[in-house]
């Protein structure tokens, strides 16, 4: 593994490989419904990112409940059950050690609609319209 890699650096394509597969594992088994919890009965959770340690021993999943109802409440059950997950995520990827899951509320959708926001204002606005002589 190169020293960037150790560092903190850019993910390398295994890592990048791992993290799809283990997110695909949690996506399909949050929407299966397998694990029973009250907190998660009835939730659409999305996996949308799954980060990996360079040694590929911790996968940090970054998850969001449809519409970000009762965040901090999934997060829990989440973290309740991560054993369980874990087995069952070992049981569908094939690794010779399955990875530590750690779960984090996904923030990106805050931050596209912020950016939404931002070009969806007035200055913006005015700054992108057509001038006169300008071709289109």
Do not use: C, W
Request: charged letters at 30%.
């Amino acid at each position: 593994m190169s020293r960037a890699h150790q560092q903190g650096g850019e993910p390398s394509q295994r890592m990048l490989r791992v993290a799809e597969l283990i997110r695909h594992a949690l996506s399909d088994l949050l929407s299966r419904g397998t694990i029973m919890d009250p907190a998660l009965e009835g939730k659409v959770i999305t996996v949308p990112d799954v980060r990996m340690s360079p040694d590929l021993k911790l996968a940090t999943a970054y998850v969001m409940p449809l519409g970000g109802k009762d965040l901090k409440e999934v997060l829990e059950a989440l973290e309740r059950n991560k054993k369980a997950l874990r087995t069952e995520v070992a049981h569908k990827i094939s690794m010779k050690f399955a990875p530590d899951l750690r779960f984090r509320a996904d923030t990106s959708f805050d931050y596209n609609a912020s950016v939404d926001a931002i070009l969806q204002s007035p200055q913006v606005k005015r700054d992108l319209a057509p001038r006169d002589g300008d071709e289109e």
